[in-house]
């Protein structure tokens, strides 16, 4: 019994993975609501929680990503008011928080447009429901603003198939909550030469033999404009390069990975083998550090293997350039930065 004038204590347990921004920024804006809420406590699960059964009898609701069946079976069995927050399959009984995926299509293409890009494209999941809306809402207001939105829908993933059906399923939330894959956050780092390229005076310019190295000087015989898609392929400006690398290095271990001391893994992508090297120039000056700290695994690269070995394997490098080594198929778990 609850004495007059006491407000009874609501436990909430939230099971959602944190792994990804989506899960992170979801906690925290369930914590900041429930703070304004006397009366409510909140407890994050751990997966083992479903597995074992255990600690689950402490609350009196749940606030969960239910991904399968078995999730849904166990949750059931507490007889405690769920809210689910998959935004997958409708299941009876259960509270739902969806999403306004009109809003997030509207609101993405607002984003675009006002920030000057001119051409578009939308990349989902077919036959998807929160994909769909998306894509049909980005793709009519861009058409509105008087541009093209293109539409790319990905290859249909591996998969075993016996008489047309699928035998074999892994998504890619379970290999997330599994520990298999990992979540990500997308952080842009954009420069005006990168959006719309630059302009180049008649002045001497630096030559650079692309099989050799060699470098000369050479009179320009007119102003030259150049376009992004020429960077860094048959322009080379290093101060844009230097902007990039500067960026990363003050946002990595502040906004990105706010309490870490050493910088995560990381791989940067090069466009050639020659843009690979000032990337790596530009990286050592601006860290601070030697050799050994950023390093090359490229094919042209001496003893790429051994290179990786150490990349996958000791404390240095922290930073690897490649531009065709490391590629799909390839682990290195320690990643966590990759940087295009």
Request: with cysteine; net charge negative.
């Amino acid at each position: 019994m609850v004495e007059s004038g006491m407000t009874r204590n609501v436990r909430i347990g939230v099971l959602v993975e944190r792994q990804r921004a989506y899960g992170r920024r979801f906690c925290e804006g369930v914590a900041s609501f429930a703070g304004d809420c006397p009366g409510i406590s909140l407890g994050m699960l751990e997966w083992c929680s479903l597995n074992t059964h255990r600690g689950l009898s402490g609350y009196d609701a749940f606030i969960v990503r239910v991904l399968d069946d078995r999730m849904e079976q166990v949750l059931r069995r507490t007889h405690k008011p769920v809210v689910d927050v998959f935004h997958g399959k409708k299941r009876s009984g259960f509270g739902v928080a969806d999403i306004d995926n009109v809003a997030i299509g509207n609101l993405a293409a607002e984003h675009f447009i006002s920030h000057g890009f001119r051409e578009f494209a939308y990349c989902g999941y077919e036959g998807i429901n929160f994909s769909d809306v998306r894509r049909t809402t980005f793709a009519m207001a861009v058409e509105q603003a008087g541009h093209v939105c293109h539409v790319f829908t990905p290859r249909k993933r591996d998969a075993d198939y016996f008489n047309e059906n699928v035998v074999s399923e892994y998504p890619r939330e379970q290999a997330i909550i599994d520990g298999v894959n990992v979540g990500e956050d997308i952080y842009l780092i954009e420069t005006e030469i990168t959006k719309n390229g630059a302009h180049i005076m008649k002045q001497m310019i630096e030559h650079r033999d692309r099989l050799t190295r060699e470098k000369r000087w050479q009179q320009l015989d007119e102003d030259i404009d150049y376009k992004p898609t020429r960077l860094d392929r048959d322009i080379v400006n290093k101060s844009q390069i230097r902007t990039i690398i500067k960026t990363f290095k003050e946002k990595v271990c502040t906004e990105l990975f706010p309490r870490r001391k050493e910088v995560p893994k990381t791989l940067i992508f090069a466009k050639t083998d020659s843009h690979a090297d000032d990337i790596i120039q530009i990286v050592r000056e601006e860290f601070g550090e030697g050799n050994d700290f950023c390093k090359k695994i490229t094919y042209n690269a001496e003893n790429p293997e051994s290179v990786l070995s150490s990349f996958r394997n000791d404390f240095n490098p922290r930073i690897a350039v490649t531009v065709d080594m490391i590629a799909t198929g390839t682990d290195v778990k320690p990643i966590e930065c990759l940087l295009f």
